[in-house]
């Protein structure tokens, strides 16, 4: 499992067996000595927002403001990441070396059915992604809580 700490925002508008929960997206960047000087630092900072909003089950007596700990099997994550970013290259090579190689055609008409098969593998994943909603494989869970809110409370010193 990975796990990850998680702000609860509150419970679900549409089920009240669920939680809104808030998470900070980590970068490797963070902690490397190169991180002034490189291009996926850049990146980074004009990706903009760094926080995840997503729902969870309730499977513990949390409440606003609580901090909790989510985790996603790792099976299902390294399954996510194959459809996503795999799928759709292999597609894009694979029809676009059938064309080239397989038919014969011109290197203009490989560089289009290459986009094309880029196209129909970024369908093929998302068809994916809607059929398997529900599966269990792909949903991050509630472990346990990290804080209370109550607790969070008690380390702010009064300021008065």
Known sequence: M??????VLGL??????????RTQRQSAC????????????????????????FEVARTLPVKPGDVVMVAIPEQGLLTAAAMMYL?????????????????????????????????????????????????ERFAPRMTGVALH???QMACVPDET
Not at 12 to 21: F, L
């Open 2 to 7: 990975i796990e990850e700490r998680a702000l």
């Open 12 to 21: 679900s508008e549409k089920d009240s067996s669920r939680v809104h929960v």
């Open 30 to 53: 963070d902690s490397c000595q190169l991180k002034n000087g490189c291009g996926q630092r850049a990146m980074e900072k004009l990706g903009g927002n760094r926080s995840l909003d």
């Open 87 to 135: 799928f759709p290259l292999l597609t894009m090579i694979g029809l676009a070396a059938l064309v080239k190689s397989g038919l014969g055609w011109s290197d203009p008409a490989a560089a289009l059915s290459g986009l094309l098969g880029l196209a129909v593998g970024f369908l093929g994943a998302r068809r994916y992604s809607i059929r398997h909603d529900q599966d």
């Open 149 to 151: 809110a109550q607790a």
